[in-house]
């Protein structure tokens, strides 16, 4: 997958990186969006860190880093949404998602580089990102937008991991306080054990919301939130957290797994209904390799023969249905039969960072087992 990404899509002229790509390499749009610039970031530094001190993989994170440390941010130092090749502003600040990825992608970085201009970047992006979740409605949520008076688990799953990762690599106790309150929140209110689900929007006051957003379970998001916290509690050596995520892990790749055509169904109604997302019945990429990583880690934590009868399930659709060998990458969107899709499903991107993160972490695992 990586050779796909040297080869066709880093901006060597403007800086940064092109993510509106096609399965065959061909540019479809200079567009730069800003969490692709930044996971991208997260991406190149985790390979140097994790895989292999290639000097190309360092040299790409860094180059990504010069072009969002000078086009990242608007004056009120918040990330924005999209910039154009050049990095002039195309969508300003709609998605603290995108503050999120900075704060990874940073910390990453300064894992990688002893950077401190990356680090003292990840920190100032806190700070900010802390003032605004203290004020709900003081920030956006593109491309999901919420109405007054709901919250979203994605915004507690994200931070819960990133708050981590950086507090965790500084040994401030304070960012890892911020990390574990967002995941108390992730495993004690949208994860609901009597209805064995997790809810991706609630009411502020943590009551479900009886409509068809509140309704919306996204199985693979929770799949993947839940190998978040698992990382969260292992370092805390939490074995109840941990088994409550392994178990959520399972109710939702059994919930989210399509019998009939095989895959991982996007989105699902909690009652069965009409499902809210959009595309709810199309079998995405990331669900599949959040899912891989996931139930591996599970695997390797509980020893249960189901979690590794499901990474081989998974594993069979995903690889018979998403690569593309003869380019190097996968394609990312087929409908529910397992045909390609060419509509856009949340946004028009492709870029490194489910796939590889995927698998980076799965060698971990594999490298664990084996010793």
Not at 83 to 108: H, M, P, W
Not at 119 to 133: D, G, K, M, P
Request: hydrophobic share 40%.
């Amino acid at each position: 997958s990586i050779p796909f990404w040297l080869k066709h899509a880093i901006d060597r002229q403007n800086g940064g990186i092109l993510t509106c790509i096609s399965d065959e390499g061909q540019v479809l749009s200079t567009d730069k969006y800003m969490w692709s610039q930044l996971r991208a970031i997260w991406t190149f530094a985790a390979l140097y860190n994790r895989i292999e001190a290639r000097p190309e993989w360092l040299e790409a994170a860094r180059s990504i880093f010069e072009f969002v440390k000078k086009y990242g941010r608007d004056e009120a130092g918040q990330w924005v949404f999209a910039v154009d090749k050049n990095g002039r502003v195309l969508q300003g600040a709609t998605s603290i998602y995108a503050d999120g990825f900075a704060i990874y992608g940073l910390t990453e970085l300064a894992r990688a580089a002893g950077n401190q201009e990356a680090i003292a970047l990840a920190l100032e992006t806190y700070h900010n990102v802390q003032r605004r979740l203290a004020n709900p409605g003081s920030y956006q949520t593109a491309p999901y937008p919420l109405p007054k008076g709901v919250k979203a688990h994605g915004i507690s799953m994200i931070f819960a991991h990133v708050f981590n990762e950086l507090g965790h690599f500084l040994g401030d106790e304070q960012i890892i306080q911020a990390s574990l309150h967002h995941a108390a929140e992730v495993m004690d209110v949208y994860r609901r054990p009597e209805q064995q689900m997790l809810f991706e929007f609630m009411s502020l006051d943590n009551a479900l919301l009886d409509s068809p957003r509140g309704r919306a379970v996204v199985p693979g998001h929770a799949i993947e939130s839940m190998w978040f916290m698992i990382h969260i509690y292992r370092q805390l050596g939490d074995e109840a957290r941990i088994r409550q995520a392994i178990e959520t892990i399972k109710w939702h790749i059994e919930l989210g797994w399509d019998e009939e055509y095989g895959g991982i169904l996007l989105a699902l109604d909690a009652e069965g209904g009409r499902p809210w997302w959009n595309f709810a019945d199309s079998k995405i990429w990331w669900p599949h390799t959040e899912a891989l990583y996931a139930l591996l880690l599970a695997y390797e934590l509980s020893g249960e023969q189901w979690a590794l009868d499901w990474f081989e399930r998974v594993h069979n659709y995903a690889f018979t249905h998403y690569p593309v060998p003869q380019h190097g990458e996968w394609t990312q969107k087929l409908d529910r039969r397992g045909n390609k899709l060419t509509k856009t499903v949340a946004l028009p991107v492709k870029d490194p960072f489910h796939l590889p993160r995927s698998l980076i972490y799965c060698l971990d695992v594999l490298q664990r087992l084996e010793d």
